[in-house]
């Protein structure tokens, strides 16, 4: 029996999630700074998508308008301080906490349309919004006697995650000028700017197992993990979309267990079910529109 585009699209998608899961683990493990994480995750990752640019033709000139380009380029700053922000929050508030938080990225998407736009959120995704400021309140009301690393503070990992989930909202927001420009074009481009941006914090990590790991966040957890994303978004129905995009999270709390022994309690898991619901809910709407809308970890 043939394998119709919708279930291979749903078999990307679910390996595209697997591997963002996966993330916190890699980063933490290469035991370099968060800066040096990010410029690293952006060199390699770009080195990867020049590959794939270039086999999918998307190098030649006239692609970009001189607009286009500035807003990549802001764009990638979003995405470089996107990074930054959340690798540092895995360090204070575990990488199951973090990725719970940054997962708050659709209501600052609400706040940021409200203000830049002029977009009046309806009832229900004050509703929803709501309900998520009830689920993060529990997580930090649910914090553990102690953070992942000595001297770590819960609070910074929380406050860390939140900044992350709005300049990935900022860079959401730019990218609604981009319409038209082939995506992997766009991730090169944001990623070549991420490893400029963050050049001065290039340290060259001491172990050659920690190269060998953050080879792979650039090639595997960026490179790979976007061409995955972008070819199941246009395979993949927009309501199993949303339905795989739980596996993330899941992944993430499933990895902070087994490699750092970091659980959340059970007011915590009630937080995080509300804060993953109320998400849900809130992309329901847009999600109708197009598989540009139900990107929400691409930058994960």
């Not at 927001?173 to 963050?198: D, E, F, R, S, T």
Request: proline residues 5%.
């Amino acid at each position: 029996m043939p394998i119709t585009d919708n279930t291979r699209g749903a078999l990307q998608m679910t390996a595209a999630m697997i591997i963002s899961g996966t993330v916190g683990w890699f980063v933490l493990a290469a035991g370099v700074s968060p800066r040096a994480a990010v410029f690293w995750r952006c060199l390699f990752g770009a080195l990867a998508m020049l590959a794939v640019c270039g086999w999918l033709g998307q190098l030649r000139p006239g692609l970009l308008s001189r607009r286009q380009a500035g807003l990549c380029v802001l764009g990638g700053v979003a995405l470089a301080l996107n990074w930054t922000l959340l690798f540092g929050a895995y360090g204070h508030a575990s990488i199951s906490v973090a990725t719970i938080v940054y997962h708050t990225q659709p209501f600052m998407l609400v706040a940021l349309g409200a203000l830049c736009f002029k977009e009046k959120p309806g009832a229900r995704k004050l509703a929803c919004l709501a309900l998520a400021f009830g689920g993060l309140a529990a997580i930090v009301a649910g914090r553990p006697a102690a953070a992942l690393h000595a001297g770590g503070s819960f609070a910074t990992g929380v406050a860390l995650a939140l900044g992350a989930a709005f300049f990935y909202a900022i860079a959401a927001i730019i990218a609604k000028g981009l319409k038209g420009v082939p995506p992997h074009l766009i991730v090169l481009i944001q990623l070549l700017i991420g490893a400029a941006l963050m050049s001065p914090s290039a340290a060259l990590p001491d172990q050659p197992r920690a190269w060998g790991l953050l080879v792979a966040i650039g090639v595997v957890h960026t490179g790979l993990m976007s061409t995955l994303l972008y070819s199941a978004l246009q395979k993949t129905a927009t309501s199993l979309i949303g339905v795989l995009s739980f596996i993330y999270p899941i992944v993430a709390m499933l990895v902070d267990a087994l490699a750092f022994d970091q659980r959340m309690n059970a007011i915590q898991i009630a937080g995080a079910a509300l804060i993953l619901l109320s998400a849900a809910a809130m992309n329901r709407p847009a999600r109708a529109n197009g598989p540009a809308e139900a990107d929400v970890d691409r930058s994960s």
